[in-house]
């Protein structure tokens, strides 16, 4: 259909749409990376890449990174390796993602309920809050949306039209979701439709529908391979990477046992308020459908092929699953993203009794354009006010022409994976005397980068050879560049 035909709000739709996508590659330029979340992933990536090894992630030089799996530190390796070492190049698989992830949801809306409501599903999907954030952002989350999201969408493609191709469409989602997150991707594609299946006595349709066992096979020849070689180089990732991550983080709101931050200790059923503002403005929009058209739901609801209920199961299961957790994040509601927009996007349709001539969809989503605007305008004028990032002085490090044999220490407890990413990994942390003294050994011509408050425990004979270079505020924090003012020792004439 070409756009001068389309219903006029399609038309401001499709604008509001590439305005989005227009503001989030700016996004992915002008914005820095952020500590600790998107950094960190960021510097393993650029790790990978260095070291010239894809099968062990690493925090550290030395030390293995067991709490992931891959496959969004592949894919940002890979940016890389296309586009230099920059956070464009590491965000931009991210946002790849979640255009492929916006195209399955209206694909899947189109195929079964017509354009309008495939117009609306992705506005609703893309102008959410965490949609909008996670989409370009240097994380695991986004893959694990796109892996869940394909299969979800091949199931019903295959159930509902008896397509053999999207039955292995599906495997191949869990396969690469092992990739993204693990097991977890497993369990959030498998609850709804067990469910579904349940309540629908479809079990029949399931066996026949779906290649079992070849399809598993594809399954675990998409991730086994990349599991088996990571047990074998860093023996103990499996137990840490199951165990730990999947069962006692999920179980234990207090979980000590993580090597690589902290627990999150949340009360339980804190994910439905984040999914509230993960849907942000949709979760306002949702509210005042319902009271106008609350009464009509029952009417509404006829369901004859179970694809409300597929939605509904869809939007709450993953919802559910973290009820039960007390040691979660903000982006664990976004695989619930797709099925919620499609469920709404489908309630809509069906209020409005037919084609839709016009409609406030766009102009509600455009909501999310001006939270993302404002975000831009915060760094463009502050930056440093709102984000924590060690962008500016690593580039005011790199401004003083430091020798390649030289050291750069970061004097503070907490490692800043922002100066590892934006130095090619020469930032170095302690608060060890010992270990500051052994890094600045025969390295003249060093810097030392402080928080103000940290400086009285700097060593005296380190502190006394060092003057400031520049200060910077970092979200509160006043951080100090010093440069080493000692000479350098003269060389001995053979």
């Known amino acids: 259909m070409k756009l001068a035909t ?22 992915l330029w002008a914005i820095p990376l952020t500590d600790t979340t998107e950094a960190r992933y960021g510097e393993i990536a650029r790790k990978m890449l260095e070291t010239g090894n894809w099968v ?57 309920s017509g354009g309008d409501a495939a117009m609306a599903a992705a506005l609703i999907l893309a102008s959410g809050l965490l949609f909008l954030g996670a989409a370009g952002t240097v994380m695991t989350d986004p893959a694990l949306l796109f892996c869940v999201t394909l299969s979800q969408a091949a199931f019903w493609h295959a159930l509902a039209r008896g397509s053999r191709r999207w039955g292995y469409v599906f495997f191949a989602g869990l396969g690469l979701g092992l990739l993204a997150k693990g097991p977890l991707a ?47 180089r860093t023996p103990g990732f499996l137990d840490y990477f199951i165990m730990g991550e999947h069962v006692s983080r999920f179980l234990d709101s207090g979980w000590k046992g993580d090597k690589y931050g902290f627990a999150h200790a ?31 739901l029952p009417r509404l609801y006829r369901d004859d092929d179970g694809w409300l209920l597929y939605l509904a199961l869809w939007t709450l299961m993953t919802l559910l699953f973290f009820t039960m957790s007390g040691n979660i994040i903000f982006p664990y509601s976004l695989p619930m993203l797709p099925g919620c927009a499609l469920l709404f996007a489908e309630l809509w349709r069906r209020s409005r009794g037919g084609d839709a001539k016009s409609s406030v969809l766009p102009w509600i989503a455009s909501i999310g354009g001006v939270v993302l605007l404002a975000l831009l305008a915060f760094n463009h004028y502050d930056g440093n006010r709102y984000l924590r990032t060690q ?9 003083q022409d430091p020798s390649a044999d030289s050291a750069l220490v970061y004097w503070a407890g907490r490692r800043e994976f922002s100066a590892e990413f934006y130095s090619q990994g020469r930032a170095r942390t302690t608060l060890d005397p010992q270990q500051l ?35 910077f505020n970092i979200m509160g924090d006043t951080m100090l560049l010093l440069a080493d003012t000692a000479p350098a020792a003269p060389i001995e004439s053979k």
């Open 391 to 399: 962008k500016q002085v690593i580039a005011t490090w790199q401004a």
């Open 186 to 232: 497993i369990v959030l594609v498998g609850m709804p439709i067990f469910f579904w299946v349940l309540l629908r006595n479809q079990w029949l349709a399931l066996w026949r529908k779906l290649p079992w066992i070849s399809g598993t096979l594809l399954m675990f020849a998409i991730a086994a391979p990349w599991y088996a070689l990571a047990e074998l």
């Open 56 to 112: 062990t992630l690493w925090h550290d030089y030395g030390i293995p990174f067991w709490a992931k799996p891959p496959l969004s530190s592949w894919l940002s390796a890979a940016g890389m390796v296309l586009f230099g070492v920059n956070e464009t190049a590491a965000r931009l698989p991210s946002l790849l993602l979640a255009i492929a992830t916006l195209g399955l949801s209206a694909h899947l809306m189109r195929r079964r």
């Open 6 to 27: 389309l219903p006029r709000w399609q038309q401001c739709g499709i604008a509001v749409l590439l305005l989005l996508l227009l503001l989030r590659l700016v996004g």
């Open 266 to 296: 949340t009360p339980r059923g804190m994910i439905w308020l984040y999914a509230l503002g993960a849907i942000f403005p949709w979760s306002i929009a949702m509210l005042a459908w319902l009271a106008r058209h609350g009464a009509k």
């Open 437 to 471: 003294r052994a890094w600045l050994a025969g390295k003249p011509g060093s810097f030392i980068v402080s928080d103000a408050g940290d400086l009285e425990r700097l060593p005296a004979d380190i502190r006394a050879r060092f003057a400031e270079r520049a200060r």
